[in-house]
């Protein structure tokens, strides 16, 4: 997230530990990961003397604003949202008024676009990095800064806009039907930056691709798998689709795809595995640069929710 004031912009990077507990964790679990999110995030490049880091459950303005978002958000926009019914692993035309999807989906799951939607707007955010399948999440936050603003006569809240990113969506390895997540348990889905040469070269041979002979080409639709990989190649590269496409002229089969997308994740990932390695041995380090992201990002969130607590009659 950012927060926008001409010159002055300050770039705000939160874990989701609260998000986390959507879907059952192991307490050992979460908090190991929590430290490992931070790490994962100081070795891909952040600089924490430039940027705002921290657990978004260290800063209680992140709860009380999803509080007062949630009595104005309407349950058919939630029903709508596609991503609790991947979690919960049901049809994307279930609804949640459907008796036993109703039974068998916990209420946090359903609500947290709308702690997403707090997550942004505690800092009066004006844009928001996302993969595509958030773009769904960022026009439910939107529509709940409007109502807020026409409900109590305001322009407080910013309209925050979506800034998608290069590589819109990354796919399963081994499924290209659906994104490519953590919490798969098929672990040669996906990818993770602390993977060792040996486990990328394993994962992505394993990778499903098609029949197809000849030549690679970008087709999401009947060649998904390999225009997955074209995908990531682009988002490694930092080149279009198009472009990408026009680099890999050369390759003449699946083994050649391959082989050219392990030399890449090798190399892309090699210094910062050895950066997360260092950091995830000293957890005390990584404490103190949370202690320092609370205090910054409570500053700004603080303020913020005296402001809101006047607009809305509470204070």
Avoid at 88 to 115: E, F, K, M
């Amino acid at each position: 997230m950012s927060e926008t004031d001409s010159a002055n912009t300050k770039y705000i990077f939160a874990i989701a530990d609260l998000h986390a507990i959507t879907t059952p964790q192991d307490p050992r679990e979460l908090k190991r990961r929590r430290y490992e999110a931070i790490a994962s995030l100081l070795a891909s490049g952040l600089d924490h003397d430039k940027c705002t880091l921290y657990h978004q459950s260290s800063v209680p303005e992140h709860t009380e604003l999803n509080w007062y978002l949630t009595s104005i958000a309407s349950m058919g926009n939630l029903n709508r949202m596609t991503q609790w019914k991947l979690k919960s692993q049901l049809q994307q035309n279930s609804s949640i008024y459907d008796d036993n999807v109703l039974d068998n989906t916990r209420a946090g799951l359903l609500c947290y676009p709308v702690l997403q939607a707090a997550d942004i707007l505690i800092y009066k955010a004006t844009h928001v990095p996302v993969g595509d399948d958030q773009s769904q999440h960022l026009e439910l936050c939107r529509g709940l800064a409007n109502s807020f603003n026409h409900q109590f006569k305001t322009k407080f809240f910013p309209i925050p806009k979506t800034l998608l990113t290069p590589a819109k969506k990354i796919l399963s390895l081994r499924n290209p039907s659906k994104k490519m997540s953590k919490s798969d348990p098929d672990q040669n889905s996906s990818l993770y930056m602390t993977e060792t040469p040996e486990n990328i070269m394993k994962k992505v041979r394993k990778a499903t691709t098609d029949s197809i002979q000849g030549k690679v080409y970008f087709d999401p639709i009947n060649r998904p798998g390999v225009s997955n990989m074209i995908n990531i190649i682009s988002g490694l590269t930092n080149k279009s689709i198009n472009e990408t496409v026009s680099d890999l002229e050369w390759i003449q089969d699946h083994k050649q795809l391959k082989d050219h997308l392990i030399e890449l994740l090798i190399e892309e990932f090699k210094e910062k595995r050895r950066v997360y390695n260092e950091l995830i041995g000293d957890f005390a380090y990584l404490d103190t640069i949370c202690k320092s992201g609370t205090g910054k990002a409570r500053q700004i969130a603080l303020a913020n929710i005296v402001e809101i607590r006047k607009i809305m009659g509470l204070d």
